[in-house]
Every structure is written in C-alpha cells, then in structure tokens.
C-alpha cells in the first residue's frame, strides 16, 4: 500500500488542491495496486486508460483554479450503475455484453465534481445476496484475514466489491447500492464506513433496478468525513426518478465533528437476539458507552415488529425484482438463446442468462404476486411494511433522534461457508439492516473494533428521515473513539 493509496479522499482532496501530487500520480497510485490485488476480484473491469484522462483533465482544471468538489478523487463504481460507454453487467450473465448509451445520475453527479473513474466493482447477481457468492464474474475474498489463518473470508454483499476496494485501498472511495443492507453490511465485514441514505435521497435513475421500492445507492470510504462528502454529490434531486425528492442537500461534512450532547439514542430491545455472539452483544454495549460519554442520552425502546421485517423483506423484494427483471427477455439487452418460437427463446434465454439466486427469487417474486396468493403473501408484507415503518414514527415522536444497533449478527463468515444448503441461513444475515429499508430510513454502518479473531465489527445508526447529518456526527464520535482499522495485505 503506498502512500497516496493511503490517504483519506478529504486528504487527497486537500493534497490535490495544495498541488503536493497530481491527480494523474494519484489514479497512478491506485492503478498499480488494482494491478496487485487481483486476487481478491474486487474490479469487474478494469478501466486505466479512462482513469488516466479523467485525471488529467482534473489536473488541467486544478491548474485554471476551476476545482470541483471531487476533483481528481479516484473512485470505484458498483457494476449495478450504468456507465457510459463502459461496460455494465450487475454481474449477471444476461447483462454480460451490456453497454449502457449513458451515465446514471449518481454518476455523472460524480464526474460533474470531478472525481475519476478507476473501474466497475463486483457484486451479487442483480445485487441478490451478501457475500459476493451469485456474482456471475465470480466471489470476492475480503482482504481481512482471521488471526493466524489464510481461510479466504467473505467481504459481504451485495456491495462485496465496492467495500473490499475500499478496505483493501484500491479507491479513496466507491458507490454501492443498499436494498437490504448492501451498503451497511459488507461495511460492517471490511472495517468500512457505508451509509444507506433515506430513501428518496438520492436518484435511482440509470442503477439496474432490483426492489425499487427499497432500492437507494449510496457510498463507501474508510471514514465518516469521507463517505459525508461522497454523499453530497452523490445526493440531488432528479426529475427522472419521480421517487427523489427535491429538498436541497445539506454540506454533510459539517455534521461532521458537531456535538451530539443532548442527543437522544434509542437502544431497540428487539435487536438483542438469542444465540447473538457475545463479542456482538459487548460492542453494541462499547458504542453505548461511548455516545454516552460524549453527551448522548441512550433510552431503552421498543420496535415491537422487527421480528416481521425479514420474513416481509423476503416477500416484498423478490415481488418486485420478478416485475424489474421481466424486461430481461433476450431481445433488447445481452443474452439471447434461440427457441423454436418466441415463447421459447425467452424461457432458454431466461434459464440460461439467470443465476439460481436470482430464479429464486422471481419465482418466489412471481408466486406471491400471483392471483389466489396476492392477498395473503404480498399484500400481508405490506401490511406488515407500513407496522414496521410505525413502530420507528412512534419513537421519533416520542424524542428519540436516533437508533444505534448492531450492524450484522456476526462478523465475516468463510466464502462458501453459509447458505448452502439452507438459504434462508445466508438471509439472517440481513436481519439488522432490512428494518431501515422498509421503513425508508437512513443507516450508517461504522466500524467499532475488532473481535477476539482480528475481525472488523460494525454498529449501525438509524435515523429520521432526511436527517443523515445526525448520523455522520453521531457515527464520527464512534470513529474518534474506535479508532481506524486497516487490514494486513497478504495479496
Ligand atoms: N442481502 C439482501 C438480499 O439478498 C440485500 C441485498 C441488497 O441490499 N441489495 O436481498
């Protein structure tokens, strides 16, 4: 890891800025250790010429003092945004030739301030999944290692890639899209920062559609500062995603370091599970300790459906993804196998184009959506949806601003270790994060230690709608207090 890769993207952006290095010397940095770290199959594509123009040009605006906020930064892209002219693949088969015409919003949001394009990162098969496994371009291995042991781990997912890029300094920074927990768990398994804005925050336009409903990107770094000034210009209102609001977007770096005193904590009972490890249940205690201590009022409080959310997310997400994925018939995008007759080509080219994750889940989609079961699957999730979504009004109007939880039930499993038989196990893992999804809301995952194995552990902040500056001041008293966790390279 050099110096440059080892940055935070604020101390690029200021090195940059004061002309210590150049953005050409700074994506230069990153390229190489793209290069090195091939083994952990963090980059789907890789794209150097693209990143060595886009720095250049950065160098040239930085010289006529026209800097934009992200000026020379370098970036990873989540494979599940489109990218001009750069191929675009959510890691399915069926996408495996896809050259999306234009950027999507988030994107071109981001080459608008100016940051460089280092190359699209592996995920999940239609980001179904959390531990890189249905990836179509093949499983992403976390640059963490356990304690005394070369046992390949598991990054997380759906976002495995953005998150091992970041945690294995081959970015300053990535995109990552959060319909479960995507963004906040393979944070929580990297000892990265991940923020999953309230819904609506930022546009869906130009991200291949899982859930839209639950669907919202958002990023990845390895500090809070880091990921408040990505979201910045990821966020933005967006007249071609009609779901994303148009209430200006805050200077999020300067929630950064603002007191929390006086601040009420919400302690969630129902997130105390039985059989949860212990090293989970003491650092959900340490970050309790530490908000306390910097003026923080923690209250005990009760989110009487949360036992609902997983069971409901199960039903909810694959309903629609089996209505998103429909438009994947072999005739406009990628794959196409002949049949005898249309009827056919679409079945062969479906069967064919699609991973076992993500048939799953369009048959389980197209099930619950189907006459005779509408009302007893689907329209029960709802039901259960809008409970859920409730349970979190009733707290914040009773005073509490925010909810600190766990981020993940455990820390990083083996590859290939989980779901196997059973996948229902590989979706527990899910059971802290999809709450904040089906009720809309902002989670922040940050890093709070590491657990008796050299592990990264993560805690997760949940807070009222529209209010992410909260989280970013609440997650930077963790951080201070934390401290950074960085892992050994051995790739
Ligand atoms: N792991 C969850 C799933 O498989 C969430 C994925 C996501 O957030 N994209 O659906």
Same mark, same amino acid.
């Given at each position: 890891?050099?110096?440059?890769?080892?940055?935070?993207?604020?101390?690029?952006?200021?090195?940059?800025?004061?002309?210590?290095?150049?953005?050409?010397?700074?994506?230069?940095?990153?390229?190489?250790?793209?290069?090195?770290?091939?083994?952990?199959?963090?980059?789907?594509?890789?794209?150097?010429?693209?990143?060595?123009?886009?720095?250049?040009?950065?160098?040239?605006?930085?010289?006529?003092?026209?800097?934009?906020?992200?000026?020379?930064?370098?970036?990873?892209?989540?494979?599940?945004?489109?990218?001009?002219?750069?191929?675009?693949?959510?890691?399915?088969?069926?996408?495996?030739?896809?050259?999306?015409?234009?950027?999507?919003?988030?994107?071109?949001?981001?080459?608008?301030?100016?940051?460089?394009?280092?190359?699209?990162?592996?995920?999940?098969?239609?980001?179904?999944?959390?531990?890189?496994?249905?990836?179509?371009?093949?499983?992403?291995?976390?640059?963490?290692?356990?304690?005394?042991?070369?046992?390949?781990?598991?990054?997380?997912?759906?976002?495995?890639?953005?998150?091992?890029?970041?945690?294995?300094?081959?970015?300053?920074?990535?995109?990552?899209?959060?319909?479960?927990?995507?963004?906040?768990?393979?944070?929580?398994?990297?000892?990265?920062?991940?923020?999953?804005?309230?819904?609506?925050?930022?546009?869906?336009?130009?991200?291949?559609?899982?859930?839209?409903?639950?669907?919202?990107?958002?990023?990845?770094?390895?500090?809070?500062?880091?990921?408040?000034?990505?979201?910045?210009?990821?966020?933005?209102?967006?007249?071609?995603?009609?779901?994303?609001?148009?209430?200006?977007?805050?200077?999020?770096?300067?929630?950064?370091?603002?007191?929390?005193?006086?601040?009420?904590?919400?302690?969630?009972?129902?997130? /105390?599970? #039985? +059989?949860?490890? !212990? $090293?989970?249940?003491?650092?959900?205690?340490? *970050?309790?300790?530490? %908000?306390? @201590?910097?003026?923080?009022?923690?209250?005990?409080?009760?989110?009487?459906?949360?036992?609902?959310?997983?069971?409901?997310?199960?039903?909810?997400?694959?309903?629609?993804?089996?209505?998103?994925?429909?438009?994947?018939?072999?005739?406009?995008?990628?794959?196409?196998?002949?049949?005898?007759?249309?009827?056919?080509?679409?079945?062969?080219? /479906?069967? #064919? +184009?699609?991973? !076992? $994750?993500?048939?799953?889940?369009?048959?389980? *989609?197209?099930?619950? %959506?189907? @006459?005779?079961?509408?009302?007893?699957?689907?329209?029960?999730?709802?039901?259960?949806?809008?409970?859920?979504?409730?349970?979190?009004?009733?707290?914040?109007?009773?005073?509490?601003?925010?909810?600190?939880?766990?981020?993940?039930?455990?820390?990083?499993?083996?590859?290939?270790?989980?779901?196997?038989?059973?996948?229902?196990?590989?979706?527990?893992? #899910?059971?802290?994060?999809?709450?904040?999804?089906?009720?809309?809301?902002? *989670?922040?995952?940050?890093?709070?230690?590491?657990?008796?194995?050299?592990?990264?552990?993560?805690?997760?902040?949940?807070?009222?709608?529209?209010?992410?500056?909260?989280?970013?001041?609440?997650?930077?008293?963790?951080?201070?207090?934390?401290?950074?966790?960085?892992?050994?390279?051995?790739?």
């Amino acid at each position: 890891m050099s110096e440059l890769t080892s940055l935070s993207l604020a101390a690029a952006r200021d090195g940059l800025a004061k002309k210590d290095f150049s953005a050409v010397e700074l994506a230069d940095a990153h390229l190489l250790a793209i290069e090195k770290a091939r083994a952990l199959n963090a980059y789907v594509l890789e794209t150097p010429e693209r990143a060595l123009a886009m720095a250049k040009a950065s160098d040239a605006r930085i010289h006529a003092g026209k800097a934009g906020a992200l000026e020379g930064i370098p970036l990873a892209v989540k494979d599940m945004f489109c990218t001009e002219g750069v191929r675009t693949t959510a890691c399915s088969k069926i996408l495996e030739n896809f050259v999306p015409t234009y950027d999507s919003t988030v994107t071109q949001h981001l080459w608008r301030d100016g940051a460089v394009m280092l190359g699209k990162t592996n995920n999940d098969e239609f980001a179904m999944g959390s531990a890189n496994e249905t990836s179509y371009l093949g499983t992403v291995t976390s640059p963490w290692r356990r304690k005394g042991s070369n046992v390949a781990l598991t990054p997380g997912g759906s976002s495995g890639g953005s998150a091992a890029a970041v945690a294995a300094h081959l970015c300053l920074g990535a995109t990552g899209t959060d319909t479960g927990g995507s963004i906040r768990q393979p944070a929580a398994f990297t000892g990265t920062v991940g923020i999953k804005p309230t819904y609506g925050r930022v546009s869906r336009w130009g991200i291949v559609a899982f859930a839209s409903s639950l669907d919202q990107a958002g990023p990845f770094a390895r500090t809070v500062r880091d990921t408040a000034i990505l979201l910045r210009s990821m966020a933005g209102h967006d007249p071609k995603d009609t779901t994303c609001t148009d209430k200006p977007v805050p200077d999020y770096e300067l929630a950064v370091g603002k007191s929390i005193k006086g601040l009420r904590v919400g302690i969630p009972k129902e997130y /105390r599970l #039985d +059989g949860m490890p !212990a $090293e989970i249940e003491k650092i959900w205690e340490q *970050g309790r300790e530490w %908000l306390k @201590a910097s003026g923080a009022e923690l209250v005990d409080v009760s989110l009487p459906h949360t036992q609902y959310a997983l069971p409901a997310y199960y039903i909810v997400a694959p309903a629609e993804a089996s209505s998103n994925l429909a438009r994947y018939d072999g005739v406009r995008y990628g794959v196409r196998v002949p049949g005898k007759d249309i009827t056919e080509m679409y079945e062969k080219t /479906r069967a #064919d +184009g699609f991973g !076992a $994750e993500v048939r799953r889940r369009i048959m389980i *989609g197209t099930y619950v %959506l189907s @006459a005779g079961y509408y009302d007893a699957y689907y329209l029960r999730a709802q039901q259960v949806r809008t409970l859920i979504k409730r349970d979190f009004e009733t707290c914040f109007a009773n005073g509490v601003d925010m909810m600190l939880t766990p981020a993940t039930p455990s820390a990083a499993f083996g590859v290939g270790e989980k779901g196997k038989a059973d996948p229902v196990e590989m979706y527990l893992n #899910d059971v802290f994060t999809v709450t904040v999804n089906m009720a809309g809301l902002p *989670g922040i995952a940050v890093p709070a230690g590491l657990d008796a194995q050299g592990l990264p552990l993560g805690l997760q902040l949940i807070g009222r709608p529209f209010d992410e500056e909260t989280l970013f001041s609440a997650a930077h008293v963790i951080e201070k207090a934390a401290g950074h966790f960085t892992a050994k390279a051995w790739w």
